[in-house]
């Protein structure tokens, strides 16, 4: 409402703004017969002769009409171009800052062996409870881990390492939605969430099951099936231990991580790291929206 009322103030001329409304429905045109273009070539693969039948006699017409209302760009024009130039450069600061943490993540990963020399260490308590610990990346454990376990001393005698997949699909099959993968120490297990864009429904399986109650289900699941027995504990003892666990308590742990930007870094990521850390700051979490507690 606020740009709104800036845009009509600050042109004060039905004519500018006229202007500024034809280049957006012309190039928005003009983009969406390219995409779909590509989708037919990529996706549907459609044959070229087709692709070609559709895709010239648009571009031909839009194309025809771009530059026409080219022309009209010092004269209100300008403004569309102002705005996308405005979310390119907070689209690429999030990629950007997001890349950056993923480096980082990855260069300094838990391993599993390092969890279990975490684990070993004689001040470190395996504690009653059930831990849901969201990690970020798949191939290996979140550097927050190492910081928890030494901050407090103590993991739980379950822990469930809750890593989010996005697949480029609308809905995920249900069997194909949590996976679960026993880890090395006793007690612990990755879980690998996988959804699509269409989030709608969240995590909601039939039932209304919440993600508790899900994730406990097929971690059951998986032990029963499961042929990899890498101690002497029974599939019977390991679900007593896991249902133990659930009954005393049931933790959620999303660590949250933040960039330092010490007075050696450049300018260039002083400025892009710190507009990134504003813009996570007013970024709403996607845990409610797929049904999980923050």
Known sequence: MVLCVGVILGFGCGKEIGNAFGVVVIMVMLITTIMLTLVM??????????????????????????????????????????????LALIMFVWYYGRQRKIEY????????????????????????????????????????????????????????????????????????RILIKRLRPRGVYQ?????GYDISEG????????????VMRCLKQHIAMSTDRRSSVSTEEEIANLEAASSAEVVHVRGKMRFYVGDDASCFDKVMLRFYEFLHSICRSALPTLGMPL
Request: charged content about 15%; hydrophobic content about 45%; glycine content about 8%.
């Open 191 to 195: 879980c690998t969430i996988q959804y």
């Open 105 to 176: 993540e990855m260069a300094n990963k838990i391993t599993l062996e390092r969890l279990g020399e975490l684990l070993a260490m004689p001040e470190v308590q395996r504690v009653p409870g059930l831990c849901f610990f969201y990690n970020n990346i798949q191939d290996g454990l979140t550097p927050i881990l190492g910081h928890y376990i030494k901050n407090m001393s103590s993991l739980h005698t379950v822990t469930i390492f809750v890593t989010l997949r996005y697949l480029l699909v609308s809905k995920v099959d249900q069997r194909e």
């Open 41 to 86: 070539i990529i996706i549907w693969r459609t044959p070229p002769v087709f692709v070609g039948m559709f895709f010239i006699p648009f571009v031909i017409m839009e194309g025809s009409y771009v530059s026409a209302v080219f022309t009209k760009i010092p004269e209100g024009g300008w403004l569309p171009f102002a705005v996308s130039m405005i």
């Open 203 to 214: 995590l909601s399986l039939k039932g209304g099951e919440d993600l508790v109650t899900q």
